[in-house]
């Protein structure tokens, strides 16, 4: 675990305003500043890691919560019908910026693959 808050720790905080679409005892979601799609959203874990690496280090049950706040974030936005990419950009070369582990859900669009 990094030792310095990151902005996602100061919008779990409150003390940066974030744009809230989902919340619950496990996580926290809400719009990216930044959309890349008509629907874009973050979800972080309300228990900070920075990246995958740490989850060996977690318990077991950290990742399937993440997952399944994902699940319930995408069906609260009405994005199961079309679709929507769910994608964790990890690490330098996965052009991470915030070293908080997190994930995005894009949709309202078609998406392209691969990924640049
Ligand atoms: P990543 O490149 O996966 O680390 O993504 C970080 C994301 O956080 C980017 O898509 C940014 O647009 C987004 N972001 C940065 N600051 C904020 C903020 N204050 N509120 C919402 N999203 C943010």
């Known amino acids: 675990m990094a030792e310095e808050a990151t ?6 905080t409150g003390e940066i305003p974030a744009d809230k679409v989902y919340e619950d005892d496990d996580v ?3 719009r990216d500043i930044n959309p890349q799609a ?3 959203v973050l979800v972080i874990p309300k228990r900070r890691a920075e990246r995958f690496a740490e ?3 977690s318990d077991t049950g950290f990742a ?3 997952f399944q ?9 009405g994005l199961d019908d079309d679709g929507y990419r769910v994608v964790v950009n ?8 915030v070293e908080y582990l997190h994930v995005h859900i894009l949709g309202g669009r078609g998406m392209t693959w691969p990924p640049g």
């Open 69 to 77: 706040g994902v699940s319930r974030v995408a069906t609260e936005l």
């Open 38 to 40: 008509p629907v874009h």
């Open 55 to 57: 989850l060996k280090h």
């Open 90 to 97: 990890n690490g330098r070369n996965g052009q991470q910026t």
């Open 64 to 66: 399937g919560r993440l």
């Open 28 to 30: 926290l979601a809400f």
């Open 7 to 12: 902005i996602f720790d100061k919008i779990l």
